[in-house]
């Protein structure tokens, strides 16, 4: 269960890298894909500094998932990472009731499946 749990937390990770890519590089083309149901196209342009700052925190997020492969000690990894989890299933909530539900499935069910097989490691 333990690789299971490191694949889910890397792939958790390489999806909040990949939205910091689009909320701070390419909001006004791959963001305006992504959010079309969210948000009319005359909106992303100026939206796209505030969506820029969205992507950083986004790179918090998977920054902070990185960093717990990076711990040895287990007991701290394990609360490192479900604590990043844990931000991942609050933040893909609020998007799914404030933007769009798509946004639970996509941000918030592959952390809560993580979390679930962190727990159970």
Request: net charge positive; aromatic share 14%; proline share 4%.
């Amino acid at each position: 269960m333990e690789i299971v749990a490191k694949i889910l937390i890397a792939l958790v990770a390489i999806e909040h890298i990949y939205i910091l890519w689009m909320e701070m590089f390419a909001w006004e083309t791959k963001g305006k894909e992504v959010f079309k149901a969210a948000l009319p196209p005359e909106m992303f342009k100026p939206t796209k500094g505030l969506a820029a700052n969205q992507g950083l925190y986004n790179g918090f997020l998977a920054a902070g998932l990185v960093w717990s492969f990076l711990i040895e000690d287990p007991k701290w990894q394990t609360n490192v990472a479900l604590f990043f989890l844990s931000c991942v299933v609050i933040a893909g909530i609020y998007g799914a009731v404030s933007a769009t539900k798509k946004i639970f499935f996509v941000q918030a069910l592959p952390a809560i499946l993580a979390i679930i097989a962190v727990l159970l490691k």
